[in-house]
């Protein structure tokens, strides 16, 4: 189906891409893979969307659909790799794959989700991947009430973790190193604020938390965290794509815990988020640009100056034609 983009979120790694900060980045790039848009034509095998539907893409447009993974609808988990929405190559082919930060986009319906009118659209975008990113780990380590969690690091996608840990009816603790932040958790759901900086707050807090979702984006020690956790609690890593400090063993074996880590999601359960947000009027905190200010955007993000996500208006772009 063929989509007119409305909105694109600004991801941390659009920024790690374009720079090739991660290597192995493919020019020429169009970064870009919080895509909300309107349905322009659709193919004559399509189902799931009509013509005027309100359409999103998030990070991943193909998989090789026959795989383990593929065939369990977990296509981020491809194991034959799945297509990334840009800085890839359609499969079998040399052609590169485009993102939003552009007027269309062209994809399979597999890989498109429904988004209803009800949602603010333009904040809508960022939850196509920092929401899926912070939801699907929640949603599999079974998060909910009776449970205390622990969202580590408020930004991008720590202020969306909050809203759906509070939504899922768990008692939510924001974790930062920033007092600062302490009053805007509050204003997002979290019930308190732990400030990790401060050794006696967290020796209190040891072995009180059922689990902990780690949106920290850069290498750093997790054992402080792990000590968190209650006897079978476990610790999910979604930010950072560096290597981390040594992991204490101890910290692992006595009580019991785990640390895992999850990528966004798949198909399924990203039109299970967008429905979860429509019902409990979720949606990101966003800082609308045009696309003019876009490298203004990124050195602003790099100095994590953005409350908590950008979001491009594409009429922007057109009017800049």
């Known amino acids: 189906m063929q989509i007119d983009i409305l ?4 991801c941390h790694s659009d920024l790690h891409q374009a720079r090739d900060d991660w290597g192995g980045s493919l020019y020429p790039m169009v970064p870009g893979h919080e895509i909300v848009g309107r349905v322009v034509k659709v193919g004559e095998h399509v189902t799931k969307l009509k013509v005027g539907d309100i359409a999103g893409v998030g990070t991943v447009v193909d998989s090789c659909r026959h795989c383990d993974p593929c065939n369990a609808g977990l296509e981020i988990y491809c194991e034959e790799g799945c297509t990334p929405t840009y800085n890839g190559k359609e499969r079998g082919s040399d052609k590169l794959t485009f993102g939003g930060y552009s007027d269309q986009i062209v994809t399979d319906e597999r890989f498109v989700v429904t988004i209803p009118n009800t949602l603010d659209l333009k904040a809508v975008a960022p939850l196509l991947c920092a929401g899926i990113t912070t939801y699907s780990p929640l949603r599999h380590w079974k998060v909910g009430k009776g449970q205390k969690v622990g969202i580590i690091g408020l930004g991008g996608l720590g202020h969306l973790g909050v809203k759906f840990a509070k939504a899922l009816d768990a008692h939510v603790v924001m974790i930062t190193t920033s007092p600062d932040k302490g009053k805007d958790a509050l204003r997002l759901g979290a019930d308190e604020v732990l400030v990790s900086k401060d050794k006696a707050a967290m020796a209190k807090a040891k072995a009180t938390f059922h ?9 750093h020690d997790v054992n402080p965290y792990l000590e968190l956790l209650k006897l079978d609690g476990a610790m999910a890593l979604v930010g950072a794509l560096t290597p981390l400090e040594p992991i204490v063993g101890f910290n692992l074996m006595l009580p019991r815990r785990s640390i895992g880590g999850s990528a966004t999601g798949s198909m399924k359960e990203t039109q299970e988020m967008i429905d979860f947000c429509a019902m409990h009027n979720i949606v990101s905190d966003v800082e609308m640009i045009q696309m003019q ?8 993000m790099r100095k994590n100056d953005v409350r908590y996500r950008f979001v491009i208006d594409m009429a922007s772009l057109k009017s800049a034609a």
Request: hydrophobic share 45%; charged share 15%.
């Open 7 to 10: 909105y694109s979120g600004v």
């Open 211 to 219: 689990f902990l979702l780690n949106t920290i984006p850069v290498s």
């Open 293 to 300: 200010d876009i490298n203004t955007a990124w050195e602003r």
